[in-house]
């Protein structure tokens, strides 16, 4: 978690993401930075995200990137 | 049959009292057929092009989920029996032929909407080339009938193909349910582009008669009226004196017409979705919205999430994540990060994958280079922008101007004079025109037009400039009050004469202000001809 929150701070640095739940629906995520950090997690957790998962449920917060992290290490 | 035809007036009237008069079971299958009369009255020859669309993608949808259960099933059963790799080896041995047949489809799909559309564009282009060389042949165009809403069907049922393939919704299994969403008529000509999974459960439940909701549908229905009839097809007068004569009309002139344009572009394209929910609403079938005031935007790159939000989700959620996310682009991607430093480098891939996103969109709007044009200005001023922002931020820091209210004005007057840019684009079909109307913007020097006159022998009376600015008052005013709710709540809220004066009055102005009379062609939608 402690790699992803890295990753999240580094992109927007005013941004709570320990408290955020709504990063997508209140566009502090926009699809730009969503591109931007799969290539990061991809990189980063061994991981590969996919047009698939890229919906609003798997980035409106760092919890549910990280779920989603998890889901693909697990398959 | 157009929107405005009174044809159309009494199909839908029509239909609208069939549709709670049948038994409610029979409503979806009343709302297919009078989908494809609608069609067939628009043109017997375009049916075959929506039912192949139909067809083929209900087919290939119906062999994706069948092979995507058959997957399941057998991982399910040997379970046991099966290790990690074998699992794997099979899963990936299926997703082969899913994405075999996706493939085909998309391809068999997108094929017929290249062929009709563009055909003559590249024939054109051809030509172009061959005669750069020297060469005497020149090949002929081809006569093929573009039919009506093809960019939107297909779009719409292509979105529901790569769903099902992802997943993310399971296919429609009665063909007929499936038609329907292909062909529902209001949303057929220009949209929104909606996706299965939220517009399916209101098309086919059954709807009982609802008084507030056929009223505010009919209300929706209106407002919708009034834009394009009161406002669009008033302006369209003079922006097509404006553009019809570029020898006459330039400098100032070619303000004046962005201006106009893009007043008349957004009050027939939001008036034409007004009234496609409007008549969704009074059968209680709910489109998703397609505008959020774009005009109040603060940069190119808000106003693309609040202008035609359904095409940009479509290709956003089709074209820029598929293409970002695919093995080469993060190939790519990994490549710049290890080599480079610098943000633009590390952005590079990003901006790729979504100049390809507008290179599509460009496309997508018209087969002509001004559209091509206008899509790659839209990528490069969002990559100038993206890559600014960092230098935006110390200026607002700096000048504490980043949150004020003037600056904000400020930043909503440049966004729309930006798009009044890019929209020129729309306006005339050769690029050396356009380049050229926006030069005598600073060479021609003509700016006395702007006041000696010369604006009232444009098309339009001082009768109608005046209806035009009252007109445009009100949109400005609907849009503030939709800051802080539905209108049409807060006017249901109201007294019984002030909601009867208001919408009486709103019929009223519609009926002896909308643009009919000799000359008056109720042709065309802007956004039909895409």
Sequence with gaps: ?75 | MLFTSYEFLGFTAALFLAYYCVPKKCQWPLLLAASYIFYFIAGPDYLIYILATTATTYGAARLIEQNADRQSAYLKEYKAELTKEEKKDYKEGQKRIRLRWLVVCLLLNTGILAVVKYTNFMIANINDVLAAFGGNRQLSFVTLALPLGISFYTFQAMGYLIDVYRGTIRAEKQFFRFALFVSFFPQLIQGPISRFGDLSESLFERHAFNGKTVCYGLQRMLWGYFKKMVIADRILAAVTTIIGDTGTYHGAYILVGMLFYTLELYADFTGGIDITIGIAEVMGIRIQENFNRPYFSKSLKEYWRRWHISMCAWFRDYVFYPVSSSGPMQKFTKFTRKRFKGALVRHLPVHLSSFVVWLATGVWHGASWNFIVWGLLNWAVLVVSEELEPLYARFHKRFLVGKSRSYRIFQMGRTFLLVCVLNLFDCYHALSDTFGMLASLFTSGNWQVLWDGSLMNLGLSGLDYGILAVGTLMLLLVSLSQRSGSVRDKIAAKPYAVRFCVWYGLFLIVLLMGAYGIGYDASQFIYNQF
């Design chain 1, 1 to 75: 978690m402690e790699e992803l929150m890295n990753i999240l701070s580094e992109l927007h640095p005013d941004v709570d993401f320990e408290k955020e739940e709504r990063l997508v629906e209140d566009m502090i995520l926009d699809s730009f930075d969503i591109v931007s950090l799969i290539s990061e997690i991809n990189e980063e957790f061994d991981v590969t995200i996919t047009a698939k998962d890229m919906i609003p449920e798997n980035f409106n917060s760092a919890k549910a990137l990280y779920a989603l992290i998890q889901r693909l290490e697990d398959e």
